[in-house]
């Protein structure tokens, strides 16, 4: 099993707070024989008729000397982990967990705002301080 990113106990807490209930941690996805591993799998009750929300959360920290490696490594994880979610439970929806400060400092400047467009980046915007979440997008 992978290791945790050093924010996953924050990202948690910043959830069981937004009244989500964590499910799975890591939640283990599995194509033909390779074993993935998403840092988190929450639902959250929205109404009787709705049902249940269902999300997976990838953390990613940003702390390397290349903040446009740890972007590019981030991408691709996500495009990969989606389209394995997409095919093993298509009610659920992923989400890319970013510090607030790596929002503004990527996601606010030109090559994040392409990203978010032309990959369909789904983001959760988090304080770790406060373990709180910030912003959801879209």
């Known amino acids: 099993m992978p290791a945790r990113d050093i924010y ?5 807490n910043a959830l069981l707070k937004d009244s989500w ?4 941690d890591p939640l283990h996805l ?3 024989q390779k074993d993935m591993y998403v840092d988190l799998g929450a639902q959250q009750l929205l109404a009787a008729e709705q049902g249940n929300k269902k999300i997976a959360v990838e953390i990613k920290s940003f702390v390397s000397p290349s903040e446009m ?3 590019k490594d ?3 994880g ?3 982990y989606r389209a394995v979610i997409g095919r093993l439970e298509p009610e659920r929806t992923l989400y890319l967990a970013v510090r607030d400060n790596v929002f503004t400092a990527l996601f606010e400047e030109p090559i994040g705002k392409l990203l978010i467009e032309t990959a369909n980046l789904y983001l959760l915007v ?3 301080d406060s ?3 910030v912003q959801w997008i879209p």
């Open 8 to 12: 996953h106990d924050a990202v948690k």
């Open 21 to 24: 209930t964590i499910t799975d």
């Open 30 to 32: 599995k194509w033909g």
């Open 69 to 71: 490696q740890d972007l």
């Open 74 to 76: 981030a991408i691709g």
């Open 78 to 80: 996500f495009v990969m």
């Open 126 to 128: 988090f304080n770790p």
């Open 131 to 133: 373990e709180t979440i």
